[in-house]
């Protein structure tokens, strides 16, 4: 089936600073999607992408799927507490989800 | 409207048991699939149903087992637990559409099963 990589897999960062998460694919993808798990939570759904090249905004986070629909990415710009968690990229096929690994993000106040 | 419901959110059992959780989904979602999540596999399908029929099924043994009724409710059974099987099962709701386009997954709080 299909698979995603997820890079990097743990992201330390400090209040107010930028950072990227990323999401590749040697193969071609339908759409992709991005989640956020809280610790002690359960996967959040954040946005979709389907288009070659789109790019889409939800306040700090600017997630944006490749030209070539092979990869996708998430940056957080000034990042808070609040961005603490786990941050999966997943593609449906089948009719199922396949998760990359996630990145887990920390912040130092 | 309300989320995915999951019961019960924690579990303990014997190796050798087996154990059923439950999942209500989202009114008018008739998608519902099945995940285990561990710290060393990450997110892994279980299985996903739709209008009461399996459309597919991930890579696991035959002890694990899943059902949809008519109201779109599910149920996963696990038989013959194994330490291994200790996870949070985690359940998922979409409105289900084509294989490649599902929309969106709901997840329920999840069920934590610790097999002792």
């Known amino acids: 089936g299909q698979q995603v990589m997820q890079i990097p897999q743990y992201q330390h960062v400090q209040e107010g600073e930028d950072f990227t998460t990323y999401c590749n694919s040697s193969?071609?993808?339908?759409?992709i999607q991005w989640y956020k798990q809280r610790p002690g939570g359960h996967p959040v759904f954040l946005i979709q992408l389907v288009k070659s090249g789109e790019v889409k905004k939800q306040k700090r986070l600017t997630f944006q799927f490749g030209e070539a629909k092979k990869n996708s990415s998430l940056h957080i710009t000034a990042t808070q507490t609040t961005d603490v968690g786990t941050y999966f990229c997943?593609?449906?096929?089948?009719?199922?989800?396949?998760f990359g690994a996630g990145t887990t993000v920390t912040v130092r106040a | 409207k309300a989320g995915v419901t999951q019961t019960p959110r924690y579990l303990i059992k014997t190796r050798g048991q087996q154990v059923t959780l439950s999942c209500s989904p989202i009114s008018g979602h008739r998608s519902v699939s099945w995940y285990q999540q561990t710290p060393g596999q990450g997110l892994q399908f279980l299985f996903e149903?739709?209008?009461?029929?399996?459309?597919n099924k991930g890579n696991f043994p035959g002890r694990f087992s899943g059902r949809q009724f008519s109201n779109s409710r599910s149920e996963m059974n696990v038989s013959t637990l194994e330490l291994g099987d200790s996870a949070l099962y985690l359940c998922?709701?979409?409105?289900?559409?084509?294989?490649?386009?599902?929309?969106?997954?709901?997840f329920g709080s999840g069920t934590r099963l610790t097999v002792v």
């Open positions: 193969t071609t993808l339908s759409n």
């Open positions: 997943a593609v449906t096929n089948d009719y199922k989800l396949s």
């Open positions: 149903y739709f209008s009461e029929t399996q459309r």
């Open positions: 998922a709701s979409s409105l289900g559409g084509s294989g490649t386009d599902m929309g969106r997954y709901t």
